[in-house]
């Protein structure tokens, strides 16, 4: 049985789109420059697209080294990664304080336009990570950025397309924002994976993933479904592990990864 890579995604910015990918390099806290920016209101809270969901509007890229953040029918806004000063702030996630740096406080103006809403752009302070909890099967050292769980996220396209037959209006693979995403497989067969190898990495399964409002956004018209799909449908398909989709992953060997590679499950 081959398992092969259909597409890697990195999201730099926390709810915005993500970027396609043929190769990336595997860190503690997931895919390089994975979650790394957020953007954060007036009270220091992390936005999600859940609270605005213009932020999925929000295209991002990187050239050489300085991301691009593309605000429709606007500039496109350039971030240096290096070579200005970072301010700390302190940031609430989840209802849960973190720190954070203020990357550039010259787009802050342009981003709170689009938002509507007076906001900051942040990036992770890379000495006070988020730590994994005890309760997702994280363990002392496992780390991640403003991801929401755990680094990584995988989704098997043929859980998609069963999911798919259920609805009246199919939804698109990357409305759940997968990192990884897989094919080759029956349809929910990776929610029984423990351990994987993809390329030069090593993966562990550490929990379903339980899926929210979120997913009932359209990303384009960014409307709430009115019937909360697909979510009621995940719902009624999984009753046993309820609202659950797709896979969190922890890096447990570093490298790189490409779409080349299979995947090989160890256990």
Not at 11 to 23: C, D, M
Request: proline letters at 5%.
């Amino acid at each position: 049985m081959n398992i092969n890579i259909d597409a890697l995604y990195n999201y730099p910015l926390k709810s915005g789109k993500g970027i396609l990918l043929n190769e990336t390099l595997v860190f503690k806290t997931g895919f390089k420059l994975d979650r790394d920016f957020a953007i954060i209101n007036k009270d220091k809270v992390v936005l999600t697209a859940r609270e605005n969901p213009r932020i999925l509007l929000l295209n991002t890229s990187f050239k050489d080294s300085v991301l691009q953040i593309a605000i429709p029918n606007k500039e496109c806004i350039n971030v240096p990664l290096n070579g200005f000063k970072k301010q700390d702030i302190e940031v609430v996630l989840f209802k849960k304080k973190t720190k954070a740096l203020i990357v550039s406080k010259a787009v802050n103006n342009l981003l709170s336009e689009f938002l509507k809403e007076q906001v900051c752009l942040v990036c992770t302070n890379p000495l006070v990570l988020r730590s994994v909890k005890e309760e997702y099967n994280g363990k002392p050292g496992d780390v991640i950025s403003f991801s929401d769980i755990a680094p990584v996220h995988l989704v098997n396209e043929e859980s998609v397309k069963a999911l798919n037959l259920n609805l009246v209006q199919p939804v698109l693979r990357t409305r759940f924002r997968p990192n990884i995403i897989v094919s080759g497989i029956s349809a929910y067969a990776e929610e029984n994976w423990k351990y994987i190898k993809i390329g030069e990495c090593e993966f562990e399964v550490i929990i379903p993933t339980k899926r929210c409002s979120l997913i009932t956004i359209n990303p384009k018209s960014l409307e709430k479904h009115v019937n909360q799909e697909p979510l009621r449908s995940i719902s009624k398909l999984k009753p046993i592990n309820k609202a659950h989709f797709g896979i969190y992953l922890i890096p447990r060997k570093l490298g790189k990864i490409t779409t080349l590679d299979k995947i090989e499950i160890l256990e």
